[in-house]
């Protein structure tokens, strides 16, 4: 009955709708996890060994404006990235009322199967080896989905998961979570709340309403963290997969530049300083939080929670070089820092994970 509700629903589609969002499909294993990491080893993380098991139009790289909160980054299906007007599908880039379905008729991933107890469908799977020169690696993503919301707490929980493996992991261990627990990221674990039958962690899910992305719900920008052995050498693998069918596509979003690793320092950690002048660190924080003016500017500092509160502000000025943040009476789980530069309003966003 799915399929059929399904073929229905897209036989009726008339029109394409183009989004702003700039999407180059089938690219090699080296260039996405290049494109992850930056140039290898320059935010810490050198990378080997890239293999992509994935069809050839279920990965690319993407650019361009949307309600991501994601601008740059490379993305993995389980079905095409990019809409094709000649053969009449949709990807990523195109309006919620848009059918991103693509059935690829390609193997599910084991692994994935075993978080959900159930068959899978069309992967799309990047892995790599790599050497961190700090204790902990980490990196910024977005699970989306056009099962949602029809279909939250149901047997079609599309699936995907960061596996490390390497000294301290004993087996492959996903690090795709919800912050601060061990609860694998998927349509039953993060949705709108509709359903009641599971537990829908609604504060980190967007219900998508905006014109430039196909998927009509997805998660706010997560980060996946491992702590690590300086210099070692570990294998992450990056999978995602249809469950229990192959129809309606699902696609993780992971950001330009975000595999890092490093220490309780601003060495390569943080997210502002290319384009602010600022550095903030860490981004997994504990009794503090720590700024540095790089360039002498005048700002505001909002500390906000994951509903939009605003839980604390503060007035950084020209003189002052260094300022910190006591992050200790904070309860766990993630945080928005934004930053606002006075002299031309421009703003700035920094998630971090109170542990």
Same mark, same amino acid.
């Given at each position: 009955?799915?399929?059929?509700?399904?073929?229905?629903?897209?036989?009726?589609?008339?029109?394409?709708?183009?989004?702003?969002?700039?999407?180059?499909?089938?690219?090699?294993?080296?260039?996405?996890?290049?494109?992850?990491?930056?140039?290898?080893?320059?935010l810490?993380?050198?990378?080997?060994?890239?293999?992509?098991?994935?069809?050839?139009?279920?990965?690319?790289?993407?650019s361009?404006?949307?309600?991501l909160?994601?601008?740059?980054?490379?993305a993995?299906?389980?079905?095409?990235?990019?809409?094709?007007?000649a053969?009449?599908?949709?990807?990523?880039?195109?309006?919620?009322?848009?059918?991103?379905?693509?059935?690829?008729?390609?193997?599910?991933?084991?692994?994935?199967?075993?978080?959900?107890?159930?068959?899978?469908?069309?992967?799309?799977?990047?892995?790599?080896?790599?050497?961190?020169?700090?204790?902990?690696?980490?990196?910024?993503?977005?699970?989306?989905?056009?099962?949602?919301p029809?279909?939250?707490?149901?047997?079609f929980?599309?699936?995907?998961?960061?596996?490390?493996?390497?000294?301290?992991?004993?087996?492959?261990?996903?690090i795709?979570?919800?912050?601060?627990?061990?609860?694998?990221?998927?349509?039953?674990?993060?949705?709108?709340?509709?359903v009641?039958?599971?537990?829908?962690?609604?504060?980190?899910?967007?219900?998508?309403?905006?014109?430039?992305? $196909?998927?009509?719900?997805?998660?706010?920008?997560? %980060?996946a963290?491992?702590?690590?052995? *300086?210099?070692?050498? +570990?294998? !992450? &693998?990056?999978?995602?997969?249809?469950?229990?069918?192959?129809?309606?596509?699902?696609?993780?979003?992971?950001?330009a530049?975000?595999?890092k690793?490093?220490?309780m320092?601003?060495?390569?950690?943080?997210?502002?300083?290319?384009?602010?002048?600022?550095?903030?660190?860490?981004?997994?924080?504990?009794?503090?939080?720590?700024?540095?003016?790089?360039t002498?500017?005048?700002?505001?500092?909002?500390?906000?929670?994951?509903?939009?509160?605003i839980?604390?502000?503060? $007035?950084?000025?020209?003189?002052?070089?260094?300022? %910190?943040?006591?992050?200790?009476?904070? *309860?766990?789980g993630? +945080?928005? !820092? &934004?930053a606002?530069?006075?002299?031309?309003?421009?703003?700035?966003?920094?998630?971090?994970?109170?542990?």
């Amino acid at each position: 009955m799915k399929h059929v509700i399904l073929l229905f629903s897209f036989l009726t589609i008339s029109q394409f709708s183009w989004a702003q969002l700039n999407i180059t499909p089938n690219k090699t294993a080296s260039y996405l996890a290049n494109k992850l990491v930056a140039t290898s080893g320059t935010l810490g993380v050198s990378v080997t060994n890239a293999v992509l098991t994935c069809d050839s139009n279920a990965n690319g790289e993407f650019s361009g404006t949307s309600n991501l909160g994601i601008a740059d980054g490379i993305a993995l299906g389980t079905g095409d990235v990019a809409s094709n007007s000649a053969l009449n599908s949709f990807g990523l880039d195109g309006h919620p009322g848009d059918f991103a379905s693509t059935t690829n008729n390609a193997p599910g991933d084991a692994q994935l199967g075993a978080i959900v107890l159930a068959t899978t469908y069309d992967a799309c799977v990047l892995e790599f080896d790599m050497q961190p020169v700090g204790a902990f690696v980490e990196f910024e993503y977005v699970f989306g989905s056009e099962e949602y919301p029809e279909f939250n707490c149901s047997a079609f929980n599309d699936i995907f998961g960061f596996f490390i493996s390497g000294p301290g992991f004993s087996a492959p261990t996903n690090i795709a979570l919800i912050p601060l627990t061990t609860t694998a990221v998927s349509i039953n674990s993060i949705n709108d709340g509709s359903v009641s039958t599971c537990s829908p962690n609604t504060a980190l899910y967007v219900n998508n309403t905006d014109t430039i992305c $196909t998927m009509d719900g997805f998660t706010v920008p997560l %980060i996946a963290h491992a702590n690590v052995t *300086t210099g070692a050498t +570990y294998h !992450l &693998k990056l999978a995602i997969a249809d469950v229990m069918d192959g129809v309606l596509n699902s696609y993780v979003i992971l950001k330009a530049n975000s595999l890092k690793s490093g220490g309780m320092n601003p060495n390569g950690i943080n997210a502002f300083s290319k384009e602010s002048g600022l550095e903030v660190y860490p981004t997994m924080i504990s009794n503090e939080c720590m700024i540095n003016n790089l360039t002498g500017e005048n700002w505001t500092i909002t500390m906000e929670d994951m509903n939009g509160r605003i839980i604390a502000s503060y $007035t950084l000025t020209s003189n002052q070089k260094n300022f %910190i943040i006591n992050t200790d009476n904070l *309860t766990k789980g993630i +945080y928005i !820092l &934004k930053a606002q530069r006075l002299s031309d309003q421009h703003r700035f966003v920094q998630r971090l994970i109170k542990e």
